[in-house]
């Protein structure tokens, strides 16, 4: 079966850097675009950023720009989330999620047919 199991997270300080990954199984997954959400308490999960399944584009929301690069290593089966420059802002649980858009974009929930279990992600000030 399909399985996304997202890994990285933890506690860091403002300013701090993270790496996320997803592990993914139970698929070809090098013919899927591959996409990150977060979800703090209380919120909607939003877009965080996407990754074609080439890795040849990438899509990013305006509040992570400059800040956090998603890659994939195709021959892992993994996507990851090189976050930098952390704010408290940030703090959510992060998901990993699967699309069989062919896009342009990957930014809309619906667009994911897969989700991993999230990781947690806390930024201190």
């Known amino acids: 079966q399909v399985q996304l199991v997202e890994s990285g997270g933890g506690l860091v300080q403002a300013g701090g850097s993270l790496r996320l990954s997803c592990a993914a199984s139970?698929?070809?997954?090098?013919?899927?675009?591959m996409g990150w959400f977060r979800q703090a308490p209380g919120k909607e999960r939003v877009f965080v950023a996407a990754?074609?399944?080439?890795?040849?584009?990438?899509y990013y929301a305006d509040s992570v720009k400059g800040r956090f690069t998603i890659s994939r290593g195709n021959a892992k089966n993994t996507v990851y989330l090189q976050m930098n420059s952390l704010k408290p802002e940030d703090t959510a649980v992060y998901y990993c999620?699967?699309?069989?858009?062919?896009?342009?974009?990957?930014?809309?929930?619906?667009?994911?047919?897969?989700w991993g279990q999230g990781t947690q992600v806390t930024v201190s000030s």
């Open positions: 999620a699967r699309s069989p858009s062919r896009g342009p974009y990957y930014s809309d929930y619906g667009q994911y047919d897969y």
């Open positions: 990754i074609s399944w080439s890795g040849g584009n990438t």
């Open positions: 139970g698929f070809t997954f090098s013919t899927y675009a």
